[in-house]
């Protein structure tokens, strides 16, 4: 059984740094190319940032020179560290693995930045 679990969201001012967390089980999780997306009230999902098993990393224009994503295939998890956080940051952060045409999704953390 495939799980994501994410962690590290929460509250924070603009300015301010988080990490988030995606710790994998029940996969591969070396051969994935993993994600973070988002999604802001009333908007679409959206792609952040993604890494891939040889550890190329792909930014959105937004996040680029602010966040980093990177992996730990020993710990079986991803991270995204966000720093100089602004409010339009605010979202609702997922994490996804893709395999293929397979693809798996955790169930979220929320990230508010506040002005």
């Known amino acids: 059984q495939v799980q994501l679990v994410e962690s590290g969201g929460g509250l924070v001012q603009a300015g301010g740094s988080l990490r988030l967390s995606c710790a994998a089980s029940?996969?591969?999780?070396?051969?994935?190319?993993m994600g973070w997306y988002r999604q802001a009230p009333g908007k679409q999902r959206e792609l952040v940032a993604s890494?891939?098993?040889?550890?190329?990393?792909n930014y959105a224009d937004s996040v680029k020179g602010r966040f980093t994503i990177s992996r730990d295939n020993a710990k079986n998890t991803v991270y995204l560290q966000m720093n100089s956080l602004k409010p339009e940051d605010t979202a609702v952060y997922y994490c996804?693995?893709?395999?293929?045409?397979?693809?798996?999704w955790g169930q979220g953390t929320q990230v508010t930045v506040s002005s």
């Open positions: 996804k693995r893709s395999n293929g045409p397979i693809d798996s």
């Open positions: 029940g996969i591969i999780f070396r051969i994935n190319v």
């Open positions: 890494i891939t098993s040889s550890g190329s990393t």
